[in-house]
C-alpha cells in the first residue's frame, strides 16, 4: 500500500548511512560493507593507469620507427582488458574485447586528429 511505502522509506531514510547501503544494496546490488578501502582503490588505479599507459612506449624503446608495432602491441592489449573484464558482466569475452578495441582506436583517432591539428597551427 502506498501508506506502508511511504512509512518504511521515511524509517529507511532518517539517517543517511544506512539509506544508503539500502539503495546500494537493493538497487545496484553492492554490498557496501564488503567494499575495499578507497585509499587501495584509488593506489591500484593509480599503478593500472600507469602502466596501461606505458604499454603504446614500449616498442618505442626497442626502435625508433615503432608506429606498427605501436599500434599492434596496443591493439593486443585493448583486446585482453576488454575480454578479462568481462569476467565482471555476462557478456562473452569476445564482446568486451571488440568493445574495448572500438573505444581504444576512436581516442587513438581523436588524439592523432587534436595533435596534428595542434602541430600544425604551431609551425
Same mark, same amino acid.
Given at each position: 500500500?502506498?501508506?506502508?511505502?511511504?512509512?518504511? *522509506?521515511?524509517?529507511?531514510?532518517?539517517?543517511?548511512?544506512?539509506?544508503?547501503?539500502?539503495?546500494?544494496?537493493?538497487?545496484?546490488?553492492?554490498?557496501?560493507?564488503?567494499?575495499?578501502?578507497?585509499? /587501495?582503490?584509488?593506489?591500484?588505479?593509480?599503478?593500472?593507469?600507469?602502466?596501461?599507459? /606505458?604499454?603504446?612506449?614500449?616498442?618505442?624503446?626497442?626502435?625508433?620507427? *615503432?608506429?606498427?608495432?605501436?599500434?599492434?602491441? /596496443?591493439?593486443? *592489449?585493448?583486446?585482453?582488458?576488454?575480454?578479462?573484464?568481462?569476467?565482471?558482466?555476462?557478456?562473452?569475452?569476445?564482446?568486451?574485447?571488440?568493445?574495448?578495441?572500438?573505444?581504444?582506436?576512436?581516442?587513438?583517432?581523436?588524439?592523432?586528429?587534436?595533435?596534428?591539428?595542434?602541430?600544425?597551427?604551431?609551425?
Amino acid at each position: 500500500e502506498p501508506e506502508d511505502a511511504q512509512r518504511v *522509506a521515511a524509517q529507511v531514510h532518517r539517517r543517511l548511512e544506512p539509506a544508503v547501503d539500502f539503495h546500494a544494496l537493493f538497487e545496484l546490488g553492492i554490498h557496501p560493507g564488503s567494499l575495499g578501502l578507497p585509499q /587501495s582503490a584509488a593506489l591500484w588505479s593509480f599503478f593500472s593507469f600507469a602502466a596501461g599507459a /606505458s604499454v603504446p612506449l614500449l616498442p618505442w624503446l626497442l626502435t625508433a620507427n *615503432a608506429l606498427v608495432p605501436t599500434l599492434v602491441v /596496443s591493439g593486443l *592489449a585493448l583486446l585482453t582488458v576488454g575480454a578479462v573484464a568481462t569476467r565482471l558482466t555476462h557478456r562473452k569475452p569476445w564482446y568486451g574485447a571488440g568493445r574495448q578495441l572500438i573505444v581504444g582506436a576512436l581516442a587513438t583517432a581523436v588524439t592523432f586528429l587534436v595533435g596534428t591539428l595542434v602541430g600544425v597551427s604551431a609551425s
